[in-house]
């Protein structure tokens, strides 16, 4: 299964952030999504996900040889900002969202919050009272329960606790081997760590960083790529 971004162009009030962007993202490997802040990640991101269009271009989804557009049931996104229903708590969100995505799940709502480590006191407090890593949580659950052919994740483990940051590792890791995973971070650590092949935006382009993550010079090398002037998007 792979996902294609052909030719992709997205203008901001006359600034060019993508100028013809193309890649293939496989499944069977978690791509890292790496650039200067502001080359246009979270746009990338935002375009793919459908939350606006691009300019030109296309995005399609090959799957046994077959090509086809991507609808809005092939992907799922955690974001850097989590928009979660503040009125729920979190049993009420995830079982809510289990009715819509899974209803035939052979988990319960409290295996999936057990999962994430959320107490059984805090799953019935609103979500409006929790901090950015228990919302960055409940945001990855939804992804683990409608489990999309492409996953896209904005910088999903800058706030959560390290106890849960192992068990998501593990989890993207099972993840893989069915599902298009791309991963947006700053940490390099991480990238290093989890991520098979790492993708390049800059200036307005997709490059593959063509170098083994765990080389000795893996972020010698990065740094020379992404060396230039700082964004201002």
């Not at 929790?130 to 999903?156: A, Q």
């Not at 092949?197 to 790529?225: N, P, Y």
Request: charged fraction near 30%; hydrophobic fraction near 40%; charge should be negative.
């Amino acid at each position: 299964m792979e996902l294609i971004v052909r030719n992709l162009h997205k203008n901001f009030q006359n600034k060019s952030v993508l100028k013809g962007a193309d890649y293939t993202f496989k499944s069977g490997e978690i791509t890292g999504l790496l650039g200067r802040n502001g080359a246009g990640k979270t746009t990338l991101f935002n375009i793919l996900y459908g939350e606006f269009p691009a300019d030109k271009g296309e995005i399609c989804l090959r799957e046994a040889g077959i090509e086809r557009k991507i609808s809005s049931d092939d992907i799922g996104m955690v974001f850097s900002e989590n928009y979660l229903p503040d009125f729920l708590t979190a049993y009420e969100f995830i079982k809510f969202y289990m009715d819509l995505h899974a209803p035939n799940s052979d988990k319960s709502v409290d295996d999936y919050l057990d999962f994430m480590e959320i107490s059984q006191e805090d799953r019935h407090h609103l979500i409006k009272g929790y901090s950015d890593g228990m919302k960055s949580k409940l945001s990855l659950l939804c992804i683990l329960i409608s489990k999309p052919k492409i996953i896209l994740l904005d910088e999903p483990l800058t706030a959560v606790d390290v106890v849960s940051s192992i068990a998501i590792k593990r989890l993207l890791l099972e993840f893989r081997e069915n599902h298009i995973i791309i991963l947006s971070t700053h940490i390099m650590a991480l990238a290093e760590d989890l991520c098979d092949s790492i993708a390049i935006l800059d200036k307005g382009v997709l490059t593959s960083l063509d170098m083994d993550r765990k080389h000795e010079q893996f972020e010698e090398r990065l740094l020379e790529v992404l060396k230039g002037e700082d964004y201002d998007l």
